[in-house]
DNA sequence: GTCTATATTTTGATAGAC
DNA sequence: GTCTATCAAAATATAGAC
């Protein structure tokens, strides 16, 4: 990619996290760049096709990271453990960018937006579908899919947006703190334990 | 409160939440009252004052909300399920508000931005507090307070970005659902079972 | 590929009549 | 309290020189 290109996504994904999508104007990201604006638009045909172009992009990373943790394993707790590390991890490492394809849905076109809405749902479906499997191998306590697919993801998800990258914590510690969070909160189940039925009951004493 | 100023900020709620702030006009909140725009400048002395406005009372009735479920109970374990409920039932009951609240904070003046934080800071500290009680009681596992606090909140608040109050499940049935989710993966802890000591590792046999 | 210059719209906000 | 009229600034985007 030409190297102009390539800087303009990056001075954009920068003011973008910083000040978002609508605050930020194209005279904002050509100074950044030490252009003028009027130059962004030979590289990008609009603001729009700019952050579409950043939004893909990653969405399409997210993607391939999961695609290549799930790869290691066979075995649905091990998939599911990969599966939110993969996420974690991806939100930590490439904060600005997820946090911009997550707060800025509403800056894309109509075509744009279902381009995009279409490969969420395909991301949502895999974690969905693993649940679904733990479910029925009795892994997982049963439990209304979706709202736990939507729970895990959008908790780590989250994640993007008090990280602190220079912080006390790396990646790694914090990705091992909500992979347990949320494995356990799954594998528990969702009942209230006064109230399950007894096998369900036995709690270790503390 | 005077009708219009009411009306006002119920179309400027509506709008920040489907456009978000910035991509909100003065003009669109107008023609949402069915006045002329000049007209919004008598209620509020700006754009940024009336977005204050919404995100001020909205905390004010959140952390209002917060200390009426906490007086029910002195017992920690059901002071952080009632600390949960009220803060996941608040941000599902008031959805555009909260979501508002939680995602426009850039479109604030420094002055009032850390009011709100302010009162953000504090709101966080309570559930922290309980946190820690229950770590220091051996009702949950030690850990990283800050990080399970900011988890168990973010968790809870992006209930409001995908919750439809038209939906399937009830404000109560979600609220179930992240109440026991955040309670077990508190009490579980966030160590790998593999890994933990060993009367940690007594998990009930499905 | 980047520039200068500019067209066109829209914005938040104010003044002053009623 | 709401109106009409208007200001000044800033926005996205385009045209055409170099």
């Known amino acids: ?15 973008f996290f910083q000040k978002g999508y609508f605050a930020t104007s194209i005279s ?26 950043i939004m893909y992009s990653t969405m399409q990373d ?11 394993s066979t075995e649905v707790a091990e998939r599911m453990r990969a599966a939110v590390r993969s996420h974690v991890s991806f939100h930590l490492e490439r904060q600005k960018e997820t946090f911009i394809a997550s707060s800025e849905l509403r800056g894309l076109s109509p075509d744009h937006l279902s381009i995009l809405i279409e490969k969420r749902d395909a991301y949502e479906r895999i974690f ?22 939507y729970a895990i993801l959008t908790l780590c998800t989250a ?23 949320v494995l356990n909160g799954l594998t528990a189940g969702q009942t209230r334990w006064s109230l399950a039925p007894a096998h369900l009951n036995q709690r270790p004493a503390l």
Chains 1, 2 share one sequence.
């Open 1 to 15: 990619m030409a190297a102009m290109k390539e800087t303009i996504t990056q001075v954009a994904i920068d003011l």
């Open 28 to 53: 904002d990201i050509a100074r950044g760049c030490g252009i003028q604006k009027a130059s962004i638009y030979y590289h990008f045909a609009s603001k729009e096709a700019l952050l579409f172009t």
């Open 62 to 72: 997210l993607l391939t990271c999961l695609d290549r943790y799930l790869a290691r």
């Open 128 to 149: 969905q579908e693993l649940i679904h499997e733990g479910v029925a191998q009795g892994v997982y306590a049963a439990g209304e899919v979706k709202i736990l697919s």
């Open 159 to 181: 994640g993007a947006f008090w990280f602190r990258p220079d912080g006390r914590l790396s990646v790694d510690a914090v990705a091992t703190i909500y992979e347990n969070f």
